[in-house]
């Protein structure tokens, strides 16, 4: 058919931008679209010049690639470099093989050995071996004419110098890339320097071989794949693919390791799916798998077609990336109280699975890439890892720079965030729904409240059936034990039994009152510094509120406390300037008696000093040694240093106690230690 004008306008218009992608790719190695919007393109102005061939004379669909860039000397393939033909299914992959089958006039019972390899995804380069000595290198540029960067090529390890037994002539070709891990790495180095940061490792790849100056390439960690050859002066190298590559490895090439014979449809989709479900763990890219006719004989046979081999295809990989618009951005709470921004999106198929939510990280990570709702986005999706926003690919009109909450969206409690951190978190912990099971968990433990019957099961399901909001809901379980007691795997006795364990918690020493209530940052230890500092639960809560004025004497008690520094202050002043904190703390002291802790003795023989048990204790726990101690005004540490003042070795006490005696400390025993107590 002959094409009308509107048709070969059309053509004008595809063509020109095909050419101008090939362009921002191949010679600037900064594209501006994805590959398979590529991809869609370029078969889109195929399929128009299948219907029309005479459009197809002056057309990027009979090029490869690009020209040389300025700066570069040019090389002229001695045997040119070609591009593959693209399978998307396997249906195209069966039209292949039956094509190959035709021109080479086989039948159907015929087998044809495929030799399947990785489609490494980094930039094509030839390399010219000269009497065994390597003498020249080149890019792929527009497949006939390359760029020559011998120079740089030479500053890469894995490119073997000197051959032995090789033909005189031999051209090898190679995929040049940047590992995953490496190009993260540059890209930090960049960053931190100032510098551009590459869009991708194939793009890192090309801009570190393409480089006018080799000092520069020296630095870029590069590696290569071998996967084929152009001219080379003896024929009998090898007789298929896979031996010639087996030659290559012998001379030291690098080949890559997973490619595989494959005999029939069947074998060729199950290496598919296998290297599809490898992909995302390899620390290299690949956009697919390139099958390749085995037999030597038989490539010679086929020959190519314009661009393309006949005797091999690239069955691609589904896009890992995608472009799609940002409908809204949701905020989640973790068991932990983080705000999570979540991009709700208009769904998209990315790496052939449908899409409609990706990770935003966090509040730094929108305000850095400015990302609104309404934004048309590029979404990425490598293998297990969640689907992330890379970036904002058009603005939306109207938009507006997204605020991100100060107040948790599930209980409306403040949600801080301290200096120095990256997440926000809801202030709500006792009474905020999202974090409430993790909280009441904690409030029960063993440290905590330890009541004994009622673990994390019971707990998840008096939460959800509602016999348990809060805390202080706890205390008031005996209202409803008749409840209780017809749940299943519950009985009158197990019912009372839980009852009765809870009511001999309703009295409990302040530091584990404060320990229970799950403050960020206030742990065992810090909680008893508070209880003994304060002394009561009243004095404690008095002084939190107070000291809420950052000039005034309370706050600066409060950091004046040894282990109490700025950040810890900030999480007890977050806590206490929640409403609904101080609401559940109120209503939990009003069901309880918390028992006041008495101040350390300052005036006992072991005051300020710095104690460590090791060893078996034979008439105390360690934890109540511990306590006594403190009470005492001494200091507990877990090791032995120059800093600690007497140590305490009962039976079995072993590097310990030698370390003190190496450094002239005080030892005593179990005795003696009983023995100081009476005495203060
Ligand atoms: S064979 C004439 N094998 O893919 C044969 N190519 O789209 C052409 N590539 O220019 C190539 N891994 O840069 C072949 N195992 C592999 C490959 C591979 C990566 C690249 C190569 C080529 C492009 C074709």
Redesign the pocket.
């Known amino acids: 058919m002959k094409a009308s004008a509107s048709v070969r306008r059309k053509h004008e218009q595809l063509a020109a931008e095909v050419a101008a992608h090939n362009h921002a790719y191949h010679t600037e190695d900064a594209p501006t679209i994805s590959d398979a919007e590529f991809d869609a393109l370029f078969r889109e102005l195929q399929a128009l010049e299948n219907k029309y061939p005479d459009l197809a004379t002056a057309s990027p669909t009979q090029t490869?690639?690009a020209p040389v860039a300025a700066g570069f000397a040019k090389v002229t393939h001695a045997v040119p470099?070609?591009?593959?033909g693209?399978a998307f299914d396997a249906a195209e992959m069966i039209e292949f093989e039956e094509r190959v089958r035709r021109f080479l006039g086989l039948s159907a019972e015929d087998n044809i050995d495929l030799f399947a390899?990785?489609?490494?995804?980094?930039?094509?380069a030839s390399l010219r071996y000269e009497g065994g000595s390597f003498v020249r290198g080149a890019t792929?540029g527009d497949g006939t004419v390359g760029e020559d960067v011998t120079a740089n090529l030479r500053t890469i390890a894995a490119l073997p110098r000197k051959l032995e037994n090789a033909p005189d002539v031999l051209e090898v070709?190679v995929?040049v890339f940047m590992s995953k891990s490496d190009f993260r790495a540059l890209n930090e180095r960049q960053a931190a320097q100032d510098e551009k940061q590459f869009a991708n490792p194939r793009n890192a790849a090309a801009g570190s071989l393409r480089q006018l100056d080799s000092r520069i390439t020296e630095t870029r960690p590069l590696h290569m794949?071998a996967?084929?050859w152009g001219e080379v002066s003896d024929n009998s190298v090898a007789d298929t693919q896979s031996g010639f590559l087996d030659r290559l490895s012998k001379w030291g090439f690098t080949v890559?390791k997973l490619?595989r014979k494959c005999v029939g449809p069947a074998a060729i989709e199950a290496f598919y799916d296998d290297l599809a479900a490898q992909r995302a763990d390899l620390d290299y890219d690949?956009?697919g798998?390139?099958y390749?006719v085995d037999r030597l004989d038989w490539q010679r046979r086929l020959g190519?077609v314009s661009r393309?081999?006949r005797?091999?295809i690239?069955r691609k990989f589904p896009p890992e990336q995608a472009i799609t618009r940002l409908r809204g951005i949701e905020i989640q709470v973790g068991r932990t109280g983080a705000l999570t921004p979540v991009a709700r999106l208009e769904p998209v198929t990315v790496g052939g699975v449908v899409v409609s939510n990706a990770t935003l990280h966090n509040e730094d990570e929108i305000a850095r890439k400015d990302i609104r709702v309404g934004d048309t986005v590029v979404v990425q999706r490598a293998g297990d890892v969640i689907p992330q926003i890379v970036e904002v690919k058009k603005r939306a009109a109207k938009s507006k720079r997204y605020k991100f909450p100060t107040a948790c969206p599930i209980c409306g409690s403040e949600a801080t965030r301290e200096e120095g951190e990256a997440v926000r978190r809801c202030t709500g912990g006792l009474i905020c729904p999202a974090q409430v099971l993790e909280r009441l968990k904690h409030f029960v433990s063993r440290d905590a409240f330890d009541i004994e019957g009622l673990g994390s099961k019971h707990i998840e399901a008096f939460l959800s059936d509602d016999l348990l909001r809060a805390p202080a809901d706890i205390f008031r379980l005996h209202q409803r034990a008749p409840e209780i007691e017809q749940r299943e795997g519950w009985a009158a006795q197990s019912a009372e039994n839980l009852i009765a364990a809870i009511e001999e918690r309703r009295s409990i020493p302040l530091d584990r009152f404060i320990y229970a209530l799950g403050i960020r940052q206030v742990g065992q230890a810090t909680a008893r510094v508070l209880a003994r500092n304060y002394g009561t639960l009243e004095a404690w809560r008095t002084a939190m509120e107070d000291a809420q004025d950052l000039d005034g004497p309370a706050y600066a008690e409060l950091t004046g406390i040894d282990g109490i520094g700025p950040s810890v202050a900030a999480d007890l002043l977050a806590f206490v300037h929640e409403p609904h904190n101080v609401e559940a703390l109120d209503d939990l002291a009003a069901e309880l008696d918390v028992q006041a802790v008495a101040p350390p003795q300052a005036d006992s023989a072991i005051a300020g000093k710095t104690m460590v048990f090791t060893g078996t204790l034979e008439r105390m726990t360690r934890s109540e040694a511990k306590a006594r101690a403190e009470a005492l005004g001494a200091k507990v540490a877990g090791s032995v240093s120059a800093r600690t003042d007497l140590v305490i070795a009962g039976p079995g006490a072993g590097s310990k106690a030698r370390k003190a005696a190496e450094l002239g400390i005080e030892v005593i025993d179990e005795d003696a230690w009983l023995a100081l107590l009476a005495e203060t």
Do not use: T
């Not at 470099?81 to 593959?84: A, D, Q, R």
């Not at 390899?117 to 094509?124: F, H, R, V």
């Open positions: 490869v690639g470099m070609l591009s593959l693209n390899e990785p489609k490494i995804d980094g930039l094509s792929r070709r995929e794949f996967y084929g890559n490619a690949i956009d798998i390139v390749k190519a393309a081999p005797w091999a690239a």
